[in-house]
């Protein structure tokens, strides 16, 4: 059976895994949902030094303090979206250490470039930096739900699970988006995987392909033969909106399953 560690996104903590980590316990595996220094139930820890590099931290504890019975067990680690931030950062400190890396609905960090440097949108840091000024200066306020922009799509996520979102979600330190990413030079990366939320989302296993398939070297990791692609007709938030499929999905993405990519134009 296997671990997976799961590295939520921005605003959220392990509270938001509830459902998807029932559902792989159910089907014989072992979850362990990380909450991040500052955010969840730990949202008290939070200063302004809590930095993108406290979460890679934080990760690596996860990692390094889990003591599996069988430490035959594969161990999977899963970022959903600004989570993939600390998870490729603590994966590429312990080569070796993990089995799987799984990215969902998340996009691929890169080194030296902050969560903020990412976003295309030339507004998005001056947005963040006024939206923090409003509350304390360090702090992003959690967003309104209506804000898609900052949370990402909401689609499919039921009535009570927004009411959950409203009532746990915890302001996000605004250096841990600010702050670029510091990636060991030269680290192998391990097998990986990606599960891209269709509706609403940033990209699909499509999507990816075509950016492939231009033979531009920025896209050539994408393409790794290890590397399985998945789809899921949801929101941002699968593990609200597709509990059960989610779980199935990341079973099937520590088997080494998915959708694999090529290189070079397709063939008629």
Same mark, same amino acid.
């Not at 990606?194 to 990816?208: D, E, L, P």
């Given at each position: 059976m296997?671990?997976?560690?799961?590295?939520?996104?921005?605003?959220?903590?392990a509270?938001?895994?509830?459902?998807? +980590? $029932?559902? =792989?316990r159910?089907?014989?595996h072992? &979850?362990? !949902?990380?909450t991040? #220094?500052? %955010?969840?139930?730990?949202r008290?820890?939070?200063?302004?030094?809590?930095?993108?590099?406290?979460?890679?931290?934080?990760?690596?504890?996860?990692?390094?303090?889990?003591?599996?019975?069988?430490?035959s067990?594969?161990?999977?680690?899963v970022?959903?979206?600004?989570?993939?931030?600390?998870?490729?950062?603590?994966?590429?400190?312990?080569p070796?250490?993990?089995?799987?890396?799984?990215?969902?609905?998340?996009?691929m960090? +890169? $080194?030296? =470039?902050?969560?903020?440097?990412?976003? &295309?949108? !030339?507004t998005?840091? #001056?947005r %963040?930096?006024?939206r923090?000024?409003?509350?304390?200066g360090?702090?992003?306020?959690?967003?309104?739900?209506?804000?898609?922009?900052?949370?990402g799509?909401?689609?499919?996520?039921s009535?009570?699970?927004?009411?959950?979102?409203?009532?746990?979600a915890a302001p996000?330190?605004?250096?841990t988006?600010e702050?670029?990413?510091?990636?060991?030079?030269?680290?192998?990366w391990?097998?990986?995987?990606?599960?891209?939320?269709?509706?609403g989302?940033f990209?699909?296993?499509?999507?990816?392909?075509?950016?492939?398939?231009?033979?531009?070297?920025?896209?050539h990791?994408?393409?790794?033969?290890?590397?399985?692609?998945?789809?899921?007709?949801?929101?941002?938030?699968?593990?609200?909106?597709?509990?059960?499929?989610?779980?199935?999905?990341?079973?099937?993405?520590?088997?080494?399953?998915?959708?694999?990519?090529?290189?070079?134009?397709?063939?008629p």
């Amino acid at each position: 059976m296997t671990h997976f560690l799961l590295v939520p996104g921005g605003y959220t903590g392990a509270w938001i895994w509830r459902d998807t +980590a $029932h559902h =792989l316990r159910e089907r014989g595996h072992h &979850p362990h !949902p990380l909450t991040l #220094t500052g %955010l969840g139930d730990r949202r008290h820890l939070a200063t302004p030094s809590t930095t993108l590099a406290t979460h890679v931290a934080d990760v690596l504890q996860a990692l390094d303090h889990l003591d599996p019975a069988d430490p035959s067990e594969p161990t999977v680690l899963v970022g959903h979206s600004y989570g993939i931030h600390p998870a490729v950062g603590a994966a590429l400190r312990r080569p070796g250490r993990i089995d799987r890396l799984v990215f969902l609905d998340a996009a691929m960090p +890169a $080194h030296g =470039l902050s969560v903020i440097d990412a976003n &295309p949108d !030339p507004t998005y840091r #001056t947005r %963040l930096r006024e939206r923090a000024e409003s509350l304390d200066g360090w702090r992003l306020p959690v967003p309104a739900l209506h804000d898609t922009q900052l949370w990402g799509s909401l689609a499919e996520v039921s009535e009570p699970d927004l009411k959950r979102m409203e009532q746990l979600a915890a302001p996000q330190p605004l250096a841990t988006l600010e702050q670029p990413l510091d990636l060991p030079a030269d680290t192998p990366w391990p097998p990986f995987s990606a599960v891209f939320c269709t509706r609403g989302g940033f990209a699909s296993t499509a999507a990816i392909q075509a950016l492939v398939a231009t033979g531009d070297p920025r896209f050539h990791r994408l393409a790794d033969p290890t590397a399985g692609y998945f789809d899921l007709d949801t929101g941002h938030y699968p593990m609200l909106s597709r509990p059960a499929e989610l779980a199935d999905v990341l079973i099937r993405a520590a088997a080494g399953e998915g959708h694999r990519l090529h290189t070079g134009p397709q063939q008629p």
